[in-house]
């Protein structure tokens, strides 16, 4: 089955992503994305831009940021295909965020996209 | 460009919709997916299992989750293509979340390209 690893990253993980004294960021995500991807268990993924240049919605109006103003903020997710809980918790133990922000791991429910 | 929506959901409210209400709920998501693959702007997305179910992972060790103690969950996602943060937005706002929970529009960046 599919889990959803939601990797909240802390400030100083943002910023780190735009500096280029800063190569052990990319370089701990290169070989942990690598890792996985070899394992054949990386199904999508995506980093994803701070909040601060998004936007949220309710009801049909326009809010600058984020929803939550949460110490650590979503900064990317990966899709991986795991056998249980204990696995997937496994994989994002391994991630760099693990050690730095927060890392969330929740079970992506099925879907019917066929059409019998 | 693409986007990412973040569906902030009360899991709460959800559970104690009937099943025809909660039919009703997962059609409206289809027929937004139909709407964002008919402008070719659907990239992917997922519902998530209820954010109690879910576990942390950090520096202190494993916690059960959520992340953030908010009524609202991230219940799901969808990932869309868009020339622009504007017309993320006008996507965002047909998107039936927006009218029961929050959507949060967020870009992925093109770290290659950038």
Known sequence: MQFAILFYESADDFSARLDPARTDYWQGWASYSRSIGQSGKLVSGAALNGPEVGATLKSGTVQDGPYAETREQLGGFFIVEANDMEEAMRIAARSPTAGTGAVEIRPVLPTTTSED | ?114
Request: hydrophobic share 45%; glycine share 10%; net charge negative.
């Open chain 2, 1 to 114: 460009m693409q986007y990412v929506f973040l569906l902030h959901e009360d899991q709460a409210a959800w559970d104690a919709l009937n099943e025809a209400e909660q039919a009703e709920g997962v059609a409206a998501h289809m027929a937004f997916v139909g709407a964002l693959n008919e402008a070719n702007a659907f990239n992917s997305g997922a519902p998530l299992g209820p954010a109690g179910q879910g576990k942390l992972v950090s520096a202190d060790g494993i916690h059960d989750g959520p992340f953030a103690d908010t009524k609202e969950q991230i219940g799901g996602f969808y990932m869309i293509e868009a020339a622009n943060l504007d017309e993320a937005i006008d996507w965002a706002k047909k998107c039936p979340t927006a009218q029961y929970g929050r959507v949060e529009v967020r870009e992925i960046p093109d770290y290659a390209n950038g």
